[in-house]
């Protein structure tokens, strides 16, 4: 069964702390991708990942194909940073549908 | 703002009752997906569109459920004699077919049924 699974479920932060939200998925997926998602529903997509390293601002995705595992990591984290995260899985074979983790709920105090 | 539009935003219906959806994709986007959240839980899929054809269909989209996009452009998911179960929030997104296949997430539109 293709799943993806998250930890933690939720995470709260002091502002300026490093953060790292974890994702774990079954074998023979083609891209991974974190999303944001706001209060009120409104969904961004942060990276799409297949192999490597990626960095955008404070925001960095490292996925590990041996392992079947993938990390966000926010450094010198913000109040604004506060959202859920999570981690889909496009599984080879399919259209293209993101099977999704159940996601992270963070938030980062002042 | 993604690009990709959904209305109504909010639904409140009775149980029983029809309810249908609209989703506007990104215009150059040939690829549409519905989703559905309930609270607490990730998305889960449920229908996909390349240009007009609906490709697949998950489990969940039961006979109740309908989608179609008609020109390949807009698409409506409609539900037919909602049942409280069916409270949830309702994601459209599109994408181009590409390696990278990026999905933009429309702001989605809430359904509580009562």
């Known amino acids: 069964k293709n799943e993806v699974e998250q930890s933690p479920q939720n995470l709260t932060a002091q502002e300026g702390e490093f953060i790292t939200i974890n994702c774990s998925y079954s074998?023979?997926?083609?891209?991974l991708h974190w999303l944001q998602q706001h209060p009120g529903g409104g969904i961004v997509s942060l990276f799409m990942?297949?192999?490597g390293k990626k960095k955008h601002g404070r925001l960095i995705a490292t996925i590990n194909i041996q392992e079947k595992h993938s990390s966000l990591h926010i450094t010198a984290s913000h109040p604004r940073d506060s959202a859920v995260y999570i981690c889909?899985?496009?599984?080879?074979?399919?259209?293209?549908?993101?099977?999704f983790g159940k996601g992270t709920k963070l938030s980062v105090k002042p | 703002d993604t690009g990709v539009s959904q209305n109504p935003r909010h639904k409140i219906t009775k149980r029983g009752q029809n309810v249908t959806f609209r989703c506007d994709p990104i215009?150059?986007?040939?690829?549409l997906y519905w989703y559905r959240q309930t609270l607490g839980q990730g998305p889960e899929f449920l229908t996909y569109?390349?240009?007009?054809?609906?490709?697949?269909k998950s489990r969940l989209l039961s006979d109740r459920f309908s989608a179609e996009r008609p020109k390949g452009s807009f698409s409506t998911l409609e539900i037919q004699r909602t049942e409280q179960g069916d409270s949830a929030m309702y994601l459209c997104?599109?994408?181009?077919?590409?390696?990278?296949?990026?999905?933009?997430f429309g702001p989605g539109t809430r359904l509580t049924v009562l």
């Open positions: 074998v023979g997926i083609s891209a």
């Open positions: 569109f390349q240009n007009e054809a609906q490709l697949e």
């Open positions: 889909a899985a496009i599984y080879g074979g399919s259209q293209g549908n993101l099977i």
């Open positions: 215009s150059e986007h040939n690829r």
């Open positions: 990942l297949s192999s």
């Open positions: 997104a599109s994408s181009l077919a590409s390696r990278s296949n990026t999905q933009y």
